[in-house]
Nanobody, 125 residues
Framework: QVQLQESGPGLLKPLQTLSLTCTVS??????????WSWIRQPPGKGLEWMGL???????YYSPSLKSRTSISRDTVKNQFSLQLSSVTPEDTAVYYC?????????????????WGQGTQVTVSS
């Protein structure tokens, strides 16, 4: 049903802004009770939830990344995007977009029903 595809530059220099876009097909990003998340996995580490945007456009972020993270959407293109500012090599990771189709608010996700394939982002000088 729902398919997600990440896109964006895979190589950044320190202090640049990471910008990724998730293109959604098979479902609308404005559908009620759906939330759209960005998740990353640094090499050798676990998955880290970064934030989400809900069907009404409300956003929630991981406290550790809130100051540098912005999630937005384009409802016409059925896309949502991630901006992560002032990147360092610690931000090197595989970045995923994912969907929760039973979201009930307050920035909490119980499970992700659909995942993109992930995209590698490397921060290096």
């Amino acid at each position: 049903q729902v398919q997600l595809q990440e896109s964006g530059p895979g190589l950044l220099k320190p202090l640049q802004t990471l910008s990724l876009t998730c293109t959604v097909s098979g479902g609308s990003i404005t559908t009620t009770y759906h939330a759209w998340s960005w998740i990353r996995q640094p090499p050798g580490k676990g998955l880290e939830w970064m934030g989400l945007i809900a069907s009404d456009g409300s956003t929630y972020y991981s406290p550790s990344l809130k100051s540098r993270t912005s999630i937005s959407r384009d409802t016409v293109k059925n896309q949502f995007s991630l901006q992560l500012s002032s990147v360092t090599p610690e931000d090197t990771a595989v970045y995923y977009c994912a969907a929760d189709v039973r979201y009930n608010g307050v920035g909490l996700v119980e499970e992700y029903d659909y995942w993109g394939q992930g995209t590698q982002v490397t921060v290096s000088s």
